[in-house]
């Protein structure tokens, strides 16, 4: 075997045996993942979380959040269906977790699609989330701080297309960037990595990209210290659930039953056949 090979092969058991590690992390200690979310995400964000092992609660009232939050491992912050009243709750809780040293995840839902929104979306980036996560259109409006051509939710970009904004939005912000596509591109402004599993008819299930916001969530609250590594992981671990699931799905309804099943199943044998990251 070639010597880059050999180095390629021996990184991808490197991630592979990382990515199951946190797995088995988040299966044994089953963090309390809070997640302040869009009404359309709210059941497959929770089902994914449980079939991965860890524990969601859907809690936005801002009478709760000073009493909850603190008790939390992560917040996912998903601003899918914002309305004014949502944002104060979502400030204070970022916040909370903040101070009580807990991490915190930003899902930008259409971030470029109105003033409204990306003003709100700019406004949490400056509360310090540990990751933002998002489409190759979203990441872009957040880098420029300008909106941008967006399908509503759907991106009008490539993963790709977005690497540099992805790398410049994370020196600014101080956040792992991860930018969801046919490749996931996961940078901490210098290093960036590829994740390549998944399956595209994941784009045929709405909430698939909240549900994996949600996932890294889980695995950054086992592992906060290597938030980049933890991301690469969750992204990998629920395309590869993606694939698991597309082999026994006839379409977008069944996938989303056998993708969470396929999740609950996941053993370390399928983890280290299947897991593929690149280094960019």
């Known amino acids: 075997m070639e010597p880059s090979n050999l180095n390629k092969e021996q ?40 079939s991965a092992g860890a524990s969601p609660a859907m809690i936005h009232s801002i009478e709760e959040i000073q009493d909850f939050t603190p008790l939390i491992h992560a917040l996912c912050i998903n601003v899918g269906t914002l309305s004014p009243a949502w944002l104060p709750a979502m400030r204070e809780a970022a916040l909370v977790a903040n101070k009580a040293g807990k991490p915190w995840i930003l899902d930008p839902v259409a971030a470029g699609a109105s003033c409204f929104r990306l003003k709100a979306c700019l406004e949490l980036v400056g ?7 998002g489409n190759g259109s979203e990441i872009i409006a957040l880098s420029k701080a300008s909106l941008g051509a967006t399908k509503g939710v759907d991106s009008s970009h490539e993963s790709m297309d977005a690497m540099e ?13 991860a930018v969801s596509g046919a490749v996931d591109i996961i940078t901490d402004g ?9 399956v595209s008819m994941l ?40 694939e698991m699931g597309m082999d026994m799905a006839k379409g977008p309804a069944s996938l989303r039953m056998h993708l969470i099943d396929s999740l609950y199943n996941l053993d370390q044998a399928s983890v280290s056949s299947r897991l593929k990251v690149s280094s960019l």
């Open 127 to 133: 509360l310090k989330p540990s990751v933002i996560r």
């Open 11 to 50: 990184d991808q058991n490197s991630w592979a045996l990382n990515a199951w590690t946190l797995l088995s992390k988040l299966r044994d200690q089953s963090p309390l993942i809070q997640c302040i979310t869009n009404f359309v995400s709210m059941d497959l964000m929770a089902n994914t979380l449980l």
């Open 190 to 198: 210098h290093r960036v990595v590829g994740a390549h599993n998944g």
């Open 203 to 242: 784009q045929k299930v709405t909430a698939t990209g909240c549900a994996v916001t949600a996932l890294i969530a889980a695995f950054v609250a086992v592992d906060p210290l290597h938030a980049l590594e933890a991301t690469a992981s969750a992204l990998s671990i629920f395309g590869i659930a993606g």
């Open 165 to 177: 904004a992805a790398k410049s939005l994370a020196q600014s912000s101080g956040a792992i960037v």
